[in-house]
């Protein structure tokens, strides 16, 4: 590029390379102070990414959030306290494989916020980037081109009696989450992702030994990296998108930790989907513990606040939404199917939890499919479910349950977790992890209906 935009000296652009070296997705946090003018903006393509160096008329770095939008796809960047000066150019248009320009302008005064909004130049997941304090009153904004992301170096952190590992500006990534024993491991293969160079970090934090990156078979031609947190005694886990972050937390009840607030990005949008609470009204499902009368809780009650939370998660991501109930009521079997169906929903998913005959004796996480063309949805939900959740891996099994059996498009059943197991109930009794089984289930939903066209319904 050439002209204003590329014309600081060749001091600064050393500066700024050396700066994005720095780990993507840093997070910047300052007292609150009067509104700043930012005096002059420059915008460059370079290797690789793209660069927006943003100075104000103070020392203190940007205070800023994020976030990206849909139809156009695009980066949204909103500068708390900032106003932009009279002579700053709004638009920068580049000749970037990832970027189409960066346009800029006064979102509001009252607060004072000024808007980077970084056009794409496809669908799809957004590309790696990062924010970083530059020398004295700079803030760069760094945008990395769509393709393998190189892992950041891990940060421990001890949180509420767990151990967190975050690995930053990887959160959006594909993931396939694991155990292994002898000694006892968490793994996660992140596809798009490049392990630069091995790690191996060994840990002090108990209970965590070592942290370890390596390279994995590519699948379907993209990288795959594998992430390795050894144990030094086996601990339950839960993994998680905290932001553009990658969570990987282990201590004796993780499922248990409060989760960041949910910001959807509207990659749902056109979606329809059908969420079926189970039972309900006078049939309460399956009780803590069976009994004249039965002990709560009662399953149709915690189903009833998944599906809820499930129904709020999916119109954050722009999807349409239908309950079967929304409240204390009974459905007919065969009417939850027909809403599906007069719908042509994307997708049904129908909420549980399992019981068996002896209490304290079964325990996990299981869902269930009918027709072949629900079989990846079910795949996906049950991999998303017991990364998130730590449970006990029941599986992915096909059956013959009338709801998905009568329902036209993709439907699945998910088995919680079992409720007169002493453990599962304490799971299914806190809300967070009801949260955390929810956000789980809409993440397998989305890689689901990412690939799956318009129109289709599940039928060939």
Request: some cysteine.
């Amino acid at each position: 590029m050439s002209g204003p935009l590329a014309a600081r000296g060749g001091a600064r652009l050393r500066r700024a390379i050396l700066l994005l070296s720095l780990v993507a997705g840093v997070s910047l946090a300052a007292p609150v102070w009067a509104a700043r003018a930012i005096a002059w903006v420059e915008v460059r393509a370079e290797p690789g990414r793209v660069l927006i160096v943003l100075a104000a008329d103070s020392e203190q770095p940007l205070q800023y959030t994020a976030f990206s939008l849909a139809d156009p796809p695009r980066l949204v960047f909103d500068l708390a306290d900032a106003r932009l000066a009279p002579d700053v150019a709004t638009a920068y248009p580049l000749d970037s494989p990832s970027v189409k320009q960066v346009r800029l302008g006064q979102f509001s005064l009252e607060p004072d916020i000024t808007r980077v909004v970084v056009d794409l130049c496809g669908p799809g997941s957004a590309p790696p980037w990062g924010v970083v304090p530059g020398t004295q009153s700079e803030t760069l904004i760094a945008i990395g081109k769509a393709g393998p992301i190189a892992l950041p170096s891990p940060a421990v952190e001890k949180v509420e009696g767990a151990v967190l590992v975050r690995l930053p500006g990887v959160g959006g990534l594909a993931r396939k989450v694991g155990t292994l024993e002898a000694p006892p491991r968490v793994y996660l293969d992140l596809v798009g992702a490049v392990a630069a160079q091995g790690l191996e970090q060994d840990c002090e934090e108990a209970p965590l030994r070592q942290i370890r990156f390596g390279q994995q078979t590519p699948e379907e031609g993209r990288p795959v990296a594998r992430v390795v947190v050894e144990l030094r005694k086996e601990q339950a886990h839960s993994v998680y998108s905290d932001g553009d972050d990658l969570v990987i937390a282990v201590g004796p009840q993780p499922w248990a930790l409060p989760l960041p607030e949910y910001r959807g990005a509207g990659r749902l949008k056109g979606k329809t989907v059908v969420v079926d609470p189970g039972h309900g009204g006078n049939d309460i499902g399956a009780p803590a513990l069976f009994g004249r009368p039965p002990e709560g809780p009662y399953e149709k009650d915690i189903v009833l606040d998944i599906a809820q939370r499930l129904a709020r998660l999916l119109v954050a991501e722009g999807a349409s939404v239908k309950m079967t109930r929304e409240d204390d009521t009974y459905i007919a079997l065969q009417e939850r199917a027909a809403i599906a169906n007069r719908l042509k929903a994307d997708a049904l998913v129908s909420l549980h939890c399992n019981s068996c005959d002896a209490p304290d004796t079964l325990r996990g996480t299981s869902v269930y499919y009918d027709h072949p063309h629900s079989q990846d949805l079910a795949r996906l939900v049950q991999e998303e479910m017991i990364a998130s959740l730590g449970t006990v891996d029941k599986g992915v099994r096909n059956a013959n349950f009338a709801v998905i059996r009568r329902t036209q498009g993709p439907g699945i059943l998910v088995e919680t977790a079992f409720i007169n197991h002493r453990g599962d109930r304490a799971r299914l009794t806190n809300p967070n992890f009801r949260e955390r089984a929810a956000r789980a289930i809409l993440r397998g939903l989305t890689q689901f209906l990412s690939n799956k066209p318009d129109g289709r319904n599940g039928e060939e």
